[in-house]
């Protein structure tokens, strides 16, 4: 609109002064004249700047007193409409602008009152309860949320009593912090011993507190438009959620994103959080009671003690590729954990070498139960190497976060290639020495 409004006043005044300059001509030629009713009508419509300067420049028409005092008249009376109009609508533009302003600084100062209104008003877990207590932490952390709260009006246009008002709204770089803030949801989900096991407004902020103070962001800018109507009282916001998503700088669409965080961020939460478990949680985790079903009450529970804090120790991963593709992703990882064939090798050795022995011939079945349990605690105890073992993992995105499985084939090499192990345990070999002989009562 200013565009087209420049350009016509640029052309109506490069008409009105070229008019002059012809008129000119042709009263020295003594030909058709150009009528000053055009001249002035040219004037008139806001080109009265074009029509003095060709007036002067030409010298023409500046003995007629009509145009050397009724020009300069057009032209202040266009200077004086022109203002009044700016000033009237400034006046209709500042109440909408003052309104917006009004309420973007309450945002930029905020106090606890206003916070307490606008947790309610932004809604930032997307569905808060309406007899939530907000507690101090969560003032604290909205507080926190909008300490780099900026703002700049951009534009304003009013039409009757409808205005819209655009603005320039600045804080942290809001993706950024939602990637953050959702992988601390993710993995406080996925945690096995999770610090707790309720989902509370409190346990939200306080994730959301953690992340502004641990990490430092950048500034964005993006833009918020407001929407004004105007009635008896004045003129009011129409807030929506799209205005209340700009607010805040689409962090609430950043929330609801369910692919903000790559599948390759997901599954590695995932495992980290394996990662993270000591021996003990581990055994939790895996419901271990004697593992190696060897029935033995004597030594079942420390064969699996020192399974488990090998487990704990060795295991470790590394997603080779991960592709995503739609709702459906696929990664092969690496995973490396305790080398049971080795483990077994070894165990295969001392039972052939027990088998050997005319002992193996004399123990009775406890006996022999407790031997072969024995050193199967031995040669666990013994084995100082770790295996990895390729795998593909399958996930979906059900249209709110990554859903991740583990299979059988992931168990195996978590095991640390157990079934591998026992398959090499159990080859038929044709050396006669490695016989096991049973022992006999």
């Known amino acids: 609109m200013r565009t087209v409004l420049i350009t016509y006043l640029i052309v109506i ?8 300059g ?104 997307g569905s808060l309860p309406d007899d939530t207590d907000i507690s101090e932490t969560c003032v604290d952390v909205v507080r926190l949320f909008f300490q780099k709260f900026d703002y700049h009006i951009q534009s304003a246009v009013v039409r009757g009593d409808q205005a819209t008002v655009q603005t320039a709204v600045t804080n942290v770089d809001m993706h950024a912090l939602a990637q953050d803030l959702c992988k601390s949801i993710l993995q406080n989900s996925v945690s096995v011993y999770p610090e707790s096991t309720s989902s509370t407004p409190e346990d939200y902020y306080r994730l959301l507190g953690d992340a502004l103070t641990e990490n430092s962001y950048e500034l964005a800018t993006t833009t918020a438009v407001f929407h004004l109507q105007k009635d008896s009282s004045g003129w009011t916001v129409r807030s929506d959620e799209t205005l209340e998503d700009e607010l805040v700088g689409g962090f609430i669409s950043y929330m609801n994103d369910p692919y903000i965080l790559s599948a390759s961020t997901a599954l590695s939460i995932q495992l980290d959080a394996l990662k993270a478990l000591t021996a003990e949680q581990w055994a939790d985790y895996l419901s271990v009671n004697d593992l190696f079903a060897t029935y033995n009450t004597d030594y079942y529970q420390a064969i699996d ?66 031997e072969t349990s024995r050193l199967l605690l031995q040669s666990l105890q013994e084995n100082t190497e770790v295996a990895s073992t390729d795998i593909d993992i399958h996930f979906h995105n059900n249209g709110s976060i990554w859903e991740i499985s583990f299979d059988q084939e992931f168990t195996n090499a978590l095991m640390g290639n157990m079934s591998g192990a026992i398959d090499q345990f159990n080859s038929v070999t044709h050396d006669a020495d490695s016989v096991i002989v049973a022992p006999v009562n």
């Open 305 to 370: 003690e020192e399974y488990i804090r090998q487990l704990a120790n060795d295991f470790d991963y590394e997603i080779l590729r991960c592709t995503e593709n739609g709702s459906d992703a696929s990664a092969a990882v690496r995973i490396t954990s305790i080398d049971m064939k080795n483990v077994l090798a070894i165990y295969k050795e001392h039972l052939l070498a027990y088998a050997a022995t005319a002992r193996s011939l004399r123990d009775d079945d406890v006996q022999f139960s407790n």
């Open 22 to 125: 012809i008129d000119k001509r042709r009263a020295i030629k003594n030909k058709w004249r150009i009528s000053e009713k055009t001249l002035f009508l040219t004037a008139f419509l806001f080109g009265s700047v074009g029509a003095i300067a060709g007036m002067y420049v030409f010298r023409h028409k500046t003995l007629h007193r009509s145009f050397r005092f009724g020009l300069p008249a057009i032209l202040i009376a266009q200077i004086c409409l022109v203002v009044l109009g700016i000033v009237l609508y400034h006046r209709a533009v500042n109440a909408p602008v003052r309104t917006v302003r009004r309420e973007l600084q309450q945002i930029k100062e905020l106090d606890a009152e206003t916070i307490q209104s606008f947790i309610y008003y932004e809604d930032l877990m």
């Open 13 to 20: 005044n490069l008409i009105s002064f070229l008019l002059m």
